[in-house]
């Protein structure tokens, strides 16, 4: 058996890490969507691995290492590049295409630039490259500010992101009208509704549309404080059943399913988080959180298991939900009108910015705003067997 090789880059984006291609760098059959991009990017990544090591491939056997990603220039003059995200299964042969990655949207940008998707106009030789991406998955803008220093991308620097174990160059990224589809940022119209779900009762949850899909319930409604690190959830698989029902009705209640059946293959949206107030914990890192560094606690799940850190959507869903008065992420915030929370999560805290305005009864978020970093950890030919 023969083995193909293909141009890549294997990134870190904010807390995640992916492999990158250009779209014009894979095979012909895998340049357009269908069965045949799936097998080579599932072979990438080293899926479906019965044994859940991903030993024989990139993927890093968590949801926050099995991503992939392909950056193409933009059809759009209002664009720069198309990103097109996959979260990939990791004992399942499937890819979930539904959603975006927040973390690595903090790598479109870099990887761009490096790879000369922009107009050479545009990037200074020091300063900050401004790049305007066209999220493919869910057809929103996101903007990055690439900071550059003699000509080239600046990846060092001293901004430190919880839940990253080294110091990078900051990059503040946009996520412009992150609500989804047509702007209903409630599906269901309602800032709380109940749900009812089979073997655990019936609990206020708040369905969000803002960056991806998400699914808010009160911590105390399950007995948890939101102080809970990944062992005490993730070890528990009576904890992540109950927490995949919870996901799957809040799916169907949104609309993105029609039964409950299908919540099993769409992994990726909507995600599912619970919430808390403010609360003193011990960081994964062995950092002291104090109650007064942070406005709420949030452990969110990403394909099955309690997240190491937060999602950079479900970052932008917390934000949004926390500027809308009445939803349960606002409640645990304390209440009122804000344009920015801090949250702690299981690696530390992060900040995110979101302004909400009601438009003719619908409530509409303008952008959301956080900072991430990336860095190029390896570039070069990823080796794919023959399939």
């Known amino acids: 058996m023969t083995q193909q090789k293909i141009s890549a880059t294997y990134m870190r984006?904010?807390?995640?890490?992916?492999?990158?291609?250009?779209?014009a760098d894979l095979p012909e059959a895998a340049q357009t969507p269908g069965?045949?991009?799936?097998?080579?990017?599932?072979?990438?990544?080293?899926?479906?691995d019965p044994y859940q090591k991903h030993t024989d491939g990139m993927g890093g056997a968590t949801?926050?290492?099995?991503?992939?990603?392909?950056?193409?220039?933009?059809?759009?003059?209002?664009?720069?590049v198309d990103y097109l995200f996959g979260q990939v299964s990791i004992d399942q042969p499937f890819i979930d295409w539904s959603g975006n990655c927040g973390n690595l949207s903090a790598a479109v940008g870099p990887f761009a630039v490096a790879n000369g998707l922009l107009d050479a106009a545009r990037v200074p030789?020091?300063?900050?490259?401004?790049?305007?991406?066209?999220?493919?998955?869910?057809?929103?803008?996101?903007?990055?500010?690439?900071?550059?220093?003699?000509?080239?991308?600046?990846?060092?620097?001293?901004?430190?992101?919880?839940?990253?174990?080294?110091?990078?160059?900051?990059i503040p990224v946009a996520f412009i009208?992150?609500?989804?589809?047509?702007?209903?940022?409630?599906?269901?119209?309602?800032r709380v509704d109940t749900l009812d779900v089979a073997g655990v009762g019936s609990l206020e949850a708040t369905l969000i549309n803002a960056g991806i899909p998400t699914v808010f319930i009160n911590a105390a409604a399950l007995g948890y404080t939101g102080t809970e690190l990944q062992d005490d959830i993730n070890p528990s698989a009576e904890a992540l059943t109950t927490l995949e029902c919870i996901r799957a009705q809040g799916a169907l209640a949104m609309g993105?399913?029609?039964?409950?059946?299908?919540?099993?293959?769409?992994?990726?949206?909507?995600?599912?988080?619970?919430?808390?107030?403010?609360?003193?914990?011990?960081?994964?890192?062995?950092?002291?959180?104090?109650?007064?560094?942070?406005?709420?606690?949030?452990?969110?799940?990403?394909?099955?298991?309690?997240?190491?850190a937060m999602m950079g959507t479900?970052?932008?869903?917390?934000?949004?939900?926390?500027?809308?008065?009445?939803?349960?992420?606002?409640?645990?915030?304390?209440?009122?009108?804000?344009?920015?929370?801090?949250?702690?999560?299981?690696?530390?805290?992060?900040?995110?910015?979101?302004?909400?305005?009601?438009?003719?009864d619908r409530w509409q978020i303008e952008q959301a705003?956080?900072?991430?970093?990336?860095?190029?950890?390896?570039?070069?030919?990823?080796?794919?067997?023959?399939l």
């Open 63 to 80: 949801s926050s290492t099995s991503k992939v990603v392909i950056i193409a220039p933009s059809t759009s003059p209002e664009h720069d």
């Open 369 to 386: 705003v956080m900072s991430r970093s990336a860095r190029v950890l390896m570039e070069g030919v990823v080796r794919v067997p023959t």
């Open 314 to 360: 479900a970052a932008v869903a917390i934000g949004a939900a926390a500027a809308i008065v009445g939803t349960l992420v606002n409640q645990a915030a304390g209440g009122g009108e804000r344009e920015a929370v801090t949250f702690g999560h299981p690696s530390g805290t992060l900040q995110v910015g979101a302004t909400a305005r009601q438009v003719n």
């Open 13 to 23: 984006g904010g807390t995640s890490k992916g492999v990158f291609f250009n779209l």
């Open 177 to 190: 009208d992150p609500a989804a589809g047509d702007g209903a940022i409630f599906p269901t119209g309602n």
């Open 256 to 308: 993105l399913i029609a039964t409950l059946d299908e919540a099993a293959q769409r992994q990726h949206t909507p995600k599912v988080a619970f919430v808390a107030p403010p609360a003193s914990y011990t960081a994964s890192s062995g950092k002291a959180i104090s109650a007064d560094d942070v406005d709420l606690l949030v452990r969110a799940v990403s394909m099955g298991k309690l997240h190491h």
């Open 35 to 48: 069965a045949a991009r799936d097998a080579l990017l599932l072979r990438v990544i080293g899926s479906p």
């Open 125 to 170: 030789e020091n300063g900050t490259a401004e790049v305007r991406i066209w999220q493919a998955n869910i057809h929103k803008t996101i903007v990055a500010q690439v900071p550059m220093a003699d000509g080239e991308v600046q990846e060092s620097g001293d901004f430190m992101l919880d839940g990253v174990a080294f110091p990078a160059a900051e």
